[in-house]
């Protein structure tokens, strides 16, 4: 799947109707409302004020992104004047866009566009951050509203990073990691019942907890499990697993009782030395069956095209399980789910299945919404012809309401041909769907 800039595309939008011109300044701007370039005389038909009512895009350094309508020119020396407030002074030449429609009247009518040309227009992710029999949403740490800790999870002592790159930040096959920095010792993430009620369902229940870190320092790392029973007692489980520095070891607690009436369950992941990392990815902790899970991706404006849940996977390690493999290559396919939402978060349920085995989602959802002009979305070149075609239905419709009576006519007749075009490229510049199978669910 390729990706293509919000820049990009409002260029090619405006270019794909002629409203579209870009040039370098030929005097450098200073802090006063003027941009000068005597290489605008090639388009002006010698004419002082042709470019007024235009609008003037900026790619410069103090200027970037700056949008501004023109309200004066003059051909002799090239000079735009645009309305608002001074611009800000620029040290050398920068390139400037103008157009008769805004680049940013250009950019609603894109974003507008990969929203009402979905599903004809989406891409694909998949997510197997899920584990089967795992109590611990988020478990893999993809899912961060906040920059500073994964979504259910709680700092204390410690900072919190999302880590996306590869190596120690890409490791469990999955898209990110968490890595923690302690703040002081014995700082840590975790989760606790306090947050999410559904751990207290444990009490009673024999549980084991294993987690893939890799510390900065060797036998740095210490996986606990912490309840406070309803007579104020706790009790405190850790993890005596050694661990490696610089590498990811498989930290894990088995097989551990917990009582019966518990006010408290906590879970963490801790560091022992102060200043210290660890990075913390495939978190699990399973005991009886459960059937909801956690879906990390935001999928309420999405499809579920397809559920499967990994084959067997055969090791020599007794501690490792299914989910511990790098890069499954083996999956069966799931009819028996359902989707759900709380408002908040998206749910799968999937009832009966062996515990320890990873869960793979496909998802198709709408385009990306931009805003920056570095934003990308998510689509293959064939494909962007199509979403330009829509994106010119979408920003004449919205210019429909502005001009003058003698105007109306026009702009009316370039929505048609938007929407012609649109429908002619459909066909053959669509997304190609994955075959659909009928799911019976009772």
């Given at each position: 799947?390729?990706?293509?800039?919000?820049?990009?595309?409002?260029?090619?939008?405006?270019?794909?109707?002629g409203?579209?011109?870009?040039?370098?300044?030929?005097?450098?701007i200073?802090?006063?409302?003027?941009?000068?370039?005597?290489?605008?005389?090639?388009w002006?038909?010698g004419?002082?004020?042709?470019?007024?009512?235009?609008?003037?895009?900026?790619?410069?350094?103090?200027?970037?992104?700056?949008?501004?309508?023109?309200?004066?020119?003059?051909?002799?020396?090239?000079?735009?004047?645009?309305?608002?407030?001074?611009?800000?002074?620029?040290?050398?030449?920068?390139?400037c866009?103008?157009?008769?429609?805004?680049?940013?009247?250009?950019?609603?009518?894109?974003?507008?566009?990969?929203l009402?040309?979905?599903?004809?227009?989406?891409?694909?992710?998949?997510?197997?951050?899920?584990?089967?029999?795992?109590?611990?949403?988020?478990?893999?740490?993809?899912?961060?509203?906040?920059?500073?800790?994964?979504?259910?999870?709680?700092?204390v002592?410690?900072?919190?990073?999302?880590?996306?790159t590869?190596?120690?930040?890409?490791?469990?096959?999955?898209?990110?990691?968490?890595?923690?920095?302690?703040?002081?010792?014995?700082?840590?993430?975790?989760?606790?019942?306090?947050?999410?009620?559904?751990?207290?369902?444990?009490?009673?229940?024999?549980?084991?907890?294993?987690?893939?870190?890799?510390?900065?320092?060797?036998?740095?790392?210490?996986?606990?499990?912490?309840?406070?029973?309803?007579?104020?007692?706790?009790?405190?489980?850790?993890?005596t697993?050694?661990?490696?520095?610089?590498?990811?070891?498989?930290?894990?607690?088995?097989?551990?009782?917990?009582?019966?009436?518990?006010?408290?369950?906590?879970?963490?992941?801790?560091?022992?030395?102060?200043?210290?990392?660890?990075?913390?990815?495939?978190?699990?902790?399973?005991?009886?069956?459960?059937?909801?899970?956690?879906?990390?991706?935001?999928?309420?404006?999405?499809?579920?095209?397809?559920?499967?849940?990994?084959?067997?996977?055969?090791?020599?390690?007794?501690?490792?399980?299914?989910?511990?493999?790098?890069?499954?290559?083996?999956?069966?396919?799931?009819?028996?789910?359902h989707?759900?939402?709380?408002?908040?978060?998206?749910?799968?349920?999937?009832?009966?299945?062996?515990?320890?085995?990873?869960?793979?989602?496909?998802?198709?959802?709408?385009?990306?919404?931009?805003?920056?002009?570095?934003?990308?979305?998510?689509?293959?070149?064939?494909?962007?012809?199509?979403?330009?075609?829509?994106?010119?239905?979408?920003?004449?419709?919205?210019?429909?309401?502005?001009?003058?009576?003698?105007?109306?006519?026009?702009?009316?007749?370039?929505?048609?041909?938007?929407?012609?075009?649109?429908?002619?490229?459909?066909?053959?510049?669509?997304v190609?769907?994955?075959?659909?199978?009928?799911?019976?669910?009772?």
């Open positions: 799947m390729g990706t293509t800039t919000a820049d990009t595309l409002c260029e090619q939008l405006s270019k794909s109707f409203d579209f011109l870009s040039f370098s300044t030929t005097t450098n200073a802090a006063n409302n003027l941009v000068v370039s005597t290489t605008l005389a090639s002006d038909n004419a002082d004020d042709y470019f007024i009512g235009w609008y003037i895009y900026i790619k410069g350094t103090a200027n970037d992104g700056v949008e501004r309508k023109i309200s004066d020119y003059a051909t002799a020396t090239g000079t735009i004047t645009v309305f608002g407030a001074a611009l800000a002074a620029e040290s050398g030449s920068v390139v866009e103008i157009r008769r429609y805004s680049r940013e009247k250009c950019l609603d009518a894109i974003n507008h566009a990969t009402e040309s979905f599903p004809k227009l989406g891409y694909y992710q998949e997510d197997i951050s899920i584990v089967s029999g795992n109590w611990l949403p988020n478990n893999s740490f993809e899912k961060w509203t906040s920059s500073s800790y994964p979504d259910f999870w709680k700092v002592g410690v900072t919190a990073e999302q880590i996306t590869t190596g120690l930040g890409y490791q469990m096959g999955k898209s990110s990691s968490a890595k923690i920095t302690a703040t002081a010792d014995g700082g840590y993430l975790g989760i606790s019942s306090k947050t999410y009620p559904r751990l207290l369902d444990l009490a009673g229940q024999t549980v084991s907890l294993k987690v893939w870190a890799a510390p900065e320092v060797a036998n740095d790392v210490t996986a606990t499990i912490l309840t406070v029973n309803i007579d104020g007692t706790a009790n405190t489980y850790d993890s697993t050694t661990s490696v520095a610089g590498n990811y070891t498989l930290i894990t607690i088995d097989d551990q009782k917990l009582d019966d009436e518990l006010n408290e369950i906590l879970i963490y992941f801790s560091v022992a030395t102060d200043t210290k990392w660890v990075y913390l990815d495939n978190a699990r902790l399973t005991a009886k069956q459960i059937d909801q899970y956690f879906v990390p991706v935001d999928i309420r404006n999405s499809r579920i095209q397809a559920v499967y849940i990994q084959e067997d996977w055969a090791t020599t390690k007794e501690s490792y399980e299914p989910c511990d493999s790098l890069s499954p290559t083996k999956w069966k396919r799931i009819y028996n789910w989707y759900w939402t709380d408002n908040e978060y998206d749910w799968i349920e999937i009832p009966d299945l062996p515990t320890g085995y990873l869960i793979r989602i496909i998802i198709f959802s709408p385009l990306e919404t931009l805003t920056a002009a570095t934003d990308t979305i998510s689509i293959d070149s064939k494909n962007v012809l199509l979403l330009l075609a829509y994106a010119r239905y979408k920003l004449f419709q919205a210019e429909r309401g502005l001009p003058s009576a003698k105007d109306t006519t026009r702009v009316e007749k370039m929505m048609a041909e938007a929407l012609t075009e649109y429908n002619r490229l459909l066909p053959n510049c669509s190609n769907k994955l075959l659909e199978t009928v799911r019976i669910v009772n």
